[in-house]
């Protein structure tokens, strides 16, 4: 069994800051990637940000210069800085791991971020 245990998701305003962090545990052999993708209600889940093992990053164009991805690779969580939020980051925030040995990705069960004054 995979665990991603996220955690920091909430209701801010316009402009505010919040940090997510997605914690992996268990049958995890060889994380090569993880990330951040997120669904509002009507859209399909689209990639917030990634990053990989070797720190190459990788972010969606509609949050390039506000979000920030970070790993601990010996704790196996990632972080993502928001900052400069708007009411169009407002959706469910899923945390995925890609485990290069078994060639599977992991979801987590997703925090809600909420961006509204």
């Known amino acids: 069994q995979v665990q991603l245990v996220e955690s920091g998701g909430g209701l801010v305003q316009p402009g505010g800051s919040l940090q997510l962090s997605c914690a992996a545990s268990?049958?995890?052999?060889?994380?090569?990637?993880m990330g951040w993708y997120r669904q509002a209600p009507g859209n399909e889940r689209e990639l917030v940000a990634s990053?990989?093992?070797?720190?190459?990053?990788n972010y969606g164009d509609s949050v390039k210069g506000r979000f920030t991805i970070s790993r601990d690779n010996v704790k196996t969580t990632v972080y993502l800085q928001m900052n400069s939020l708007k009411s169009e980051d407002t959706g469910v925030y899923y945390c995925?791991?890609?485990?290069?040995?078994?060639?599977?990705?992991?979801w987590g069960q997703g925090t809600q971020v909420t961006v509204s004054s």
């Open positions: 995925n791991v890609y485990d290069a040995a078994v060639g599977r990705e992991h």
């Open positions: 268990g049958r995890i052999f060889n994380i090569y990637a």
């Open positions: 990053i990989t093992i070797h720190g190459s990053t």
